[in-house]
């Protein structure tokens, strides 16, 4: 089994810095892609971004120049540095994946979600 753990949600001001953190576990054989989406209240899911092939980015245009993906490898883990948060930004963040398991299916998995509240 595979499982996606989120971290690092909060309460912070406007402006401030906060970093969540994805930990995929279980039989993986090979992380495919990670991305970050976030539900406001009363809205849609929304993508934030995705990095593939541990490398490749895309970001929602309404966090470029603020957030940063990162990933270690050796550590299953993807990384959201989240700077000048606004209240905007308030909602929950998931983590959802795309890994191939050990006895190589491949599947989307995702996380239970963290809550960001920004202050005005």
């Known amino acids: 089994q595979v499982q996606l753990v989120e971290s690092g949600g909060g309460l912070v001001q406007a402006g401030g810095p906060l970093r969540l953190s994805c930990a995929a576990s279980?039989?993986?054989?090979?992380?495919?892609?990670m991305c970050w989406d976030r539900q406001a209240p009363g809205k849609q899911r929304e993508l934030v971004v995705a990095?593939?092939?541990?490398?490749?980015?895309h970001y929602a245009d309404f966090v470029k120049g603020r957030f940063t993906i990162s990933s270690d490898n050796a550590k299953n883990t993807v990384y959201l540095q989240m700077n000048s948060l606004a209240p905007e930004d308030t909602a929950v963040y998931y983590c959802?994946?795309?890994?191939?398991?050990?006895?190589?299916?491949?599947?989307?998995?995702w996380g239970k979600g963290t809550l960001v509240t920004v202050s005005a």
């Open positions: 959802n994946a795309r890994i191939t398991s050990l006895s190589l299916e491949t599947n989307n998995y």
């Open positions: 279980g039989s993986i054989f090979r992380i495919n892609a």
């Open positions: 990095i593939t092939g541990g490398s490749s980015t």
